[in-house]
T-cell receptor, first 112, second 113 residues
Framework: DGGITQSPKYLFRKEGQNVTLSCEQN?????MYWYRQDPGQGLRLIYY???????QKGDIAEGYSVSREKKESFPLTVTSAQKNPTAFYLC???????????FGPGTRLTVL | QQQVKQSPQSLIVQKGGISIINCAYE??????FPWYQQFPGKGPALLIA?????SEKKEGRFTISFNKSAKQFSLHIMDSQPGDSATYFC????????????FGPGTSLSVIP
């Protein structure tokens, strides 16, 4: 059953703590993405990666970090430098040459 | 210039009616216009998409109308059903980079019986 897995579905952290969100895909897609979604707003791109061991900043990369050590995995770390981290985080992937991004189910992060 | 505007912010339609969501863009370099459907607590899923060389695309009850000269496009949902209740996002991507998808702010659609 191919798809994108994000875990956990809900995550609670105390202010000042770093937290890592997991994203795994078994679609054999080359490109992967992280978006942030806030109520009443569209999706905003945090980071993306077109190939293993390479990634680029999106529109709102400050306070976030990523790694791409394996093709199927693209974890996102929300650092303590992110001023307003409470949001719904979405991971997506795209096959090379394709124009559709496929989304995972999302992780809702709440920082207390 | 990279913005995609979307209206209305929310929409209530009776079952069986037509739901219409409008979007507008400025950048003429956009060459792919997808619509995504998102149910509460879920990730968005591609619903239908169009390229600017086509004025209309229909898939079942969903139709995109595209007006290249006005830089506007819209989603029509015919015979709207309660199961269509979701948030809909229009989007646009550049020919040079399908990595950068510009999303509209979304429209929350409620279809009431």
């Amino acid at each position: 059953d191919g798809g994108i897995t994000q875990s956990p579905k809900y995550l609670f952290r105390k202010e000042g703590q770093n937290v890592t969100l997991s994203c795994e895909q078994n679609l054999n897609h080359d490109a992967m993405y992280w978006y942030r979604q806030d109520p009443g707003q569209g999706l905003r791109l945090i980071y993306y990666s077109q190939i293993v061991n390479d990634f680029q900043k999106g529109d709102i990369a400050e306070g976030y970090s990523v790694s791409r050590e394996k093709k199927e995995s693209f974890p996102l770390t929300v650092t303590s430098a992110q001023k307003n981290p409470t949001a719904f985080y979405l991971c997506a992937s795209r096959v090379r040459g394709g124009n559709e991004q496929f989304f995972g189910p999302g992780t809702r992060l709440t920082v207390l | 210039q990279q913005q995609v505007k979307q209206s209305p912010q929310s929409l209530i339609v009776q079952k069986g009616g037509i739901s219409i969501i409008n979007c507008a863009y400025e950048n003429t370099a956009f060459d792919y216009f997808p619509w995504y459907q998102q149910f509460p607590g879920k990730g968005p899923a591609l619903l239908i998409a169009i390229r600017p060389d086509v004025s209309e695309k229909k898939e079942g009850r969903f139709t995109i109308s595209f007006n290249k000269s006005a830089k506007q496009f819209s989603l029509h949902i015919m015979d709207s059903q309660p199961g269509d209740s979701a948030t809909y996002f229009c989007a646009a991507t550049l020919k040079t980079s399908y990595d950068k998808v510009i999303f509209g702010p979304g429209t929350s659609l409620s279809v009431i019986p």
